[in-house]
């Protein structure tokens, strides 16, 4: 079955640190750009980092910027995301998602499957 | 970063109405636009890609459009299962931001 399935997530205090791990199955892992989309309790949508297949090259939204960091390991393909220094405003489900990216006179990239999402509590 | 206006908030409508959900980019963003559909407590899922392009398994009642930098996402004969939110997200360059988001609802 192809799925993404987070797990990681929980309470922590501020200051402190969490890493996220998305276990990827069903399909060639490797090939993927790979990202993680958050959502806090009652809001919208917010990207937080994509990285590419080969993890040469990462992007992390600002907010998160020196705090946050994407990460992958292809041979278990899986994806990481390395959370220090945590604010109650981290305080999100945290998606993990798979980046389609094709070719049509421009690279075009969107996420066509996601994980079910892993909550990240933040507060004393 | 490019901003995301998404139209309206919130919307209710009759089972088979026609319903439209409008995002404008602050910048050209040509056709990087995706729609997400997310109903209540379950992951967000792709319905159409690169403005107008229908992902596959999605109704064939969603659509998008595009004119200059206004995107539209139509539903055409709205269906009780079709209770969700919708997000535009535009993908021309990072970071990839989504609009506010359109709550759904049946009358």
């Known amino acids: 079955e192809v799925q993404l399935v987070e797990s990681g997530g929980g309470l922590v205090q501020p200051g402190g640190s969490l890493r996220l791990s998305c276990a990827a199955s069903g399909f060639t892992f490797s090939r993927h750009c790979m990202g993680w989309v958050r959502q806090a309790p009652g809001k919208g949508l917010e990207w937080v980092a994509n990285i590419k297949a080969d993890g040469s090259e990462k992007y992390h939204v600002d907010a998160v910027k020196g705090r946050f960091t994407i990460s992958r390991d292809n041979a278990e393909n899986s994806l990481y995301l390395q959370m220090n220094s945590l604010r109650a405003e981290d305080t999100a489900v945290y998606y993990c998602a798979r980046i389609f990216l094709f070719e049509r006179g421009g690279y075009f990239r969107h996420f066509d499957l996601w994980g079910r999402g892993a909550p990240v509590s933040v507060s004393s | 970063d490019i901003q995301m206006t998404q139209s309206p908030s919130s919307l209710s409508a009759s089972v088979g109405d026609r319903v439209t959900v409008t995002c404008r980019a602050g910048?050209?963003?040509?056709?990087?636009l995706n729609w997400y559909q997310q109903k209540p407590g379950k992951a967000p899922k792709l319905l159409i890609y690169a403005a107008s392009t229908l992902q596959s398994g999605v109704p064939s009642r969603f659509s998008g459009s595009t004119s200059g930098t206004d995107f539209t996402l139509t539903i055409s004969g709205l269906q009780p299962e079709d209770v969700a939110s919708y997000y535009c997200q535009q993908s021309y360059r990072v970071p990839y931001t989504f609009g506010q988001g359109t709550k759904l609802e049946i009358k």
């Open positions: 910048q050209n963003i040509a056709t990087y």
